[in-house]
């Protein structure tokens, strides 16, 4: 299956070249109101805001600044599917504007603004960030009463368009099986708090700003994991160094991006000049660290009641019977568009040599013995 990855180097404030009720999933990172290195962008999409900061009118500019993300999320309700997910990373902003000094809540701006396009919110993943240190000073310092915590975390807040999604076809039904997740990734990933190092940051040589704001690959990676199944359309409408593209790319999805600055584009072509080496890597760890897991998982349980049909190794629950994990063996590049060819990863289990002992054939088909015990 070949999965195709578009950028669209214009303004997601209008969807108009993608359909209404296309896209399975969303995830993104708007530039977040009331942080500094945005402004500037914000003004370009409404001067009213720069009136406001000058006026020292912090509210107002962080209300004008949400009106133009709502013109986006407008246009990602149009765009998604019934059952399909959207999922946003955002920060909240503390900021003194004149004297005042106070929090502006961009995840509860976000939200409030999917309820009232009818979306369910369904619960969020807090994202520690290991990099903000808590003894920064804010306030009053060591006297009580006007001293302020520091923020530690962004969110990902997640919202779904309608009912769950079904899978009726036998199509349906196969992506969604070769999809699964193992037991033990599941329990990592679906938990609310998640510990994640950021990206460096810095964009030498860039022509725009000097730092990406890119969230970190393992973001959308698992999000898209956790949300959609191969062959469905991810959509990033604020997709800067192209993470998500990425992400969607190597697990079998299509994807679609947009980036308002087109000088973006060297940017996310060089990351996909690395996809197949690092697509094969992710391959190869997940089913590394699979191996890791169940070897230690029999010792303490004395083994498990089901097998994966792809390799024929053990696994914990049924539903891991058909999970499927391919890599990126080709890529077509067009003049903004991507198309990459993928192959199951091979090293397929051959046979069940004896109670303990595994044998896989490795990529150069040489037999790899793995003991368990
Ligand atoms: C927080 S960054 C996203 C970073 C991205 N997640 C990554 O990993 O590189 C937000 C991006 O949205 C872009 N942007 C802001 N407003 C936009 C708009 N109306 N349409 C398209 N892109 C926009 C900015 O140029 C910026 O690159």
């Known amino acids: ?57 912090g509210k107002s500019a962080f209300e004008l600044m949400h009106k133009e993300l709502d013109k986006v999320w407008q246009e990602v309700l149009r765009v998604t599917k019934s059952g399909g997910w959207v999922a946003i990373n955002i920060g909240d902003a503390t900021r003194k504007i004149g004297n005042y000094f106070q929090l502006y809540s961009n995840h509860t701006r976000i939200t409030s603004k999917f309820i009232t396009m009818g979306f369910d919110v369904l619960p969020l993943i807090l994202w520690k960030k290991t990099t903000n240190a808590p003894n920064k000073f804010m306030g009053s310092g060591m006297l009580p009463s006007g001293a302020y915590v520091t923020l530690e975390h962004e969110y990902i807040l997640l919202f779904r368009k309608g009912h769950r999604r079904e899978f009726k076809t036998a199509e349906e039904k196969y992506n969604r099986n070769v999809s699964a997740f193992f037991w033990e990734e599941r329990n990592r990933w679906f938990s609310d708090n998640w510990d ?123 539903q891991e019977k058909n999970l499927l994990i391919s890599y990126i063996n080709n890529i077509e590049f067009n003049s903004n568009s991507f198309l990459t060819s993928h192959c199951e990863y091979n090293l397929k289990a051959e046979n069940l040599k004896t109670e303990n002992e595994f044998v896989f054939f490795n990529e150069q088909k040489q037999p790899q013995q793995i003991s368990l015990f």
């Open 196 to 318: 994640l190092k950021g990206v460096y940051q810095n964009l030498f040589n860039c022509k725009t700003r000097e730092r990406s704001a890119a969230f970190p690959f393992e973001l959308p990676y698992r999000i898209i994991n956790m949300y959609s199944v191969k062959g469905d359309i991810v959509l990033d409408p604020f997709v800067g160094t192209g993470t998500t593209s990425l992400a969607s790319a190597i697990l079998q999805r299509n994807s679609i991006g947009l980036e308002i600055d087109s000088n973006f584009k060297d940017i996310i072509f060089s990351k996909f000049n690395e996809i197949p080496n690092k697509s094969y890597e992710l391959a190869k760890s997940r089913i590394d660290n699979h191996l890791s897991f169940i070897k230690e998982y029999i010792g303490k349980k004395g083994g498990t009641k089901h097998n994966n049909n792809n390799y024929n190794f053990p696994v914990v629950t049924k």
């Open 1 to 57: 299956m070949k999965t195709k990855h578009q950028f669209l180097f214009q303004d997601s404030r209008c969807l108009s070249d993608i359909k209404s009720d296309t896209i399975d999933l969303t995830v993104t990172s708007p530039p977040y109101p009331m942080i500094e290195m945005w402004d500037n962008l914000f003004i370009e999409q409404n001067s009213q805001i720069s009136d406001e900061l000058n006026k020292d009118d």
